[in-house]
């Protein structure tokens, strides 16, 4: 049985920028996005990767938007972090389901609420696997290109992986 999960804003723009984000139904069967991060990731209808996450989520039923929470559980998150990583981060609790998200804050949160993470490059990698891509290196570098934040370890570790050394 595949899984569900939640996804923070920057996975997201991370994978338009690479116009790759139906490489998140290599993993999981199905997507679900707080209202408060579809509306970060979408807000700038100018850029590119902002519309295709736009017509992701509009032309995909297995994308599910959720209202924002107001409960406890986002409380506690939203002393910590931003809106968007806030939400996913309390939906990902509701659902028992792991969470994507990149910003380091965010997934050392997480972890110490037991929420399971996964990354772009968890995605790219689980990708490769597959044989949906053929090279992680190449999107690494489009990433970084863009001014996406990825550390020297990540990207050592991710080709290790990948065996694109």
Excluded: C, W
Excluded at 111 to 129: D, F, R, S
């Amino acid at each position: 049985m595949r899984k569900i999960i939640v996804s923070d804003a920057s996975p997201l723009i991370a994978l338009a920028k690479l116009d790759l984000l139906e490489l998140l139904f290599v993993s999981f069967s199905e997507v679900h996005i707080p209202q408060a991060v579809v509306h970060e990731a979408t807000q700038d209808r100018y850029r590119n990767d902002s519309n295709l996450i736009h017509a992701f989520i509009t032309q995909n039923s297995s994308v599910i938007v959720h209202e924002n929470q107001a409960n406890k559980t986002y409380a506690v998150y939203r002393n910590i972090l931003d809106e968007g990583e806030s939400q996913a981060l309390a939906l990902a609790d509701s659902l028992s389901s792991g969470i994507l998200i990149d910003e380091r804050l965010g997934r050392k949160i997480a972890k110490q609420h037991h929420i399971p993470v996964v990354g772009v490059m968890g995605v790219l990698l689980q990708a490769k696997t597959k044989g949906k891509i053929p090279s992680i290196r190449p999107l690494i570098e489009q990433l970084l290109e863009n001014d996406y934040r990825l550390s020297a370890r990540v990207i050592q570790l991710v080709l290790k992986r990948a065996e694109e050394l």
